[in-house]
């Protein structure tokens, strides 16, 4: 997920996110949006859950864009 987070918020937010179980991911960046966070949830209707009752109740959350991931097709790790 991208979220726009109003300047003043992005640290709270994102200390937020990092006590959410359902996120494993989560950084600052830059641009049009700046924060992202990966979730991992049970299924879509835990998503929607997650995202309209927690996620977009934070304080300077201004906007939310998701892309559900439809198939893993590589992962790193390290080599054995």
């Known amino acids: 997920m991208w979220l726009a987070v109003a300047p003043s918020r992005v640290a709270s ?18 641009g049009p949006t700046n924060l992202q966070a990966t979730a991992i949830c049970q299924d879509m209707p835990a998503f929607y859950r997650y995202v309209t009752e927690r996620l977009s109740q934070l304080d300077g959350v201004e906007r939310i864009e998701s892309a559900p991931v439809l198939k893993h097709v590589k992962q790193m790790g390290s080599i054995r």
Do not use: D, M, Q, S
């Open 13 to 30: 937010v994102g200390n937020a996110l990092a006590r959410h179980e359902e996120i494993v991911f989560a950084a600052a960046t830059t």
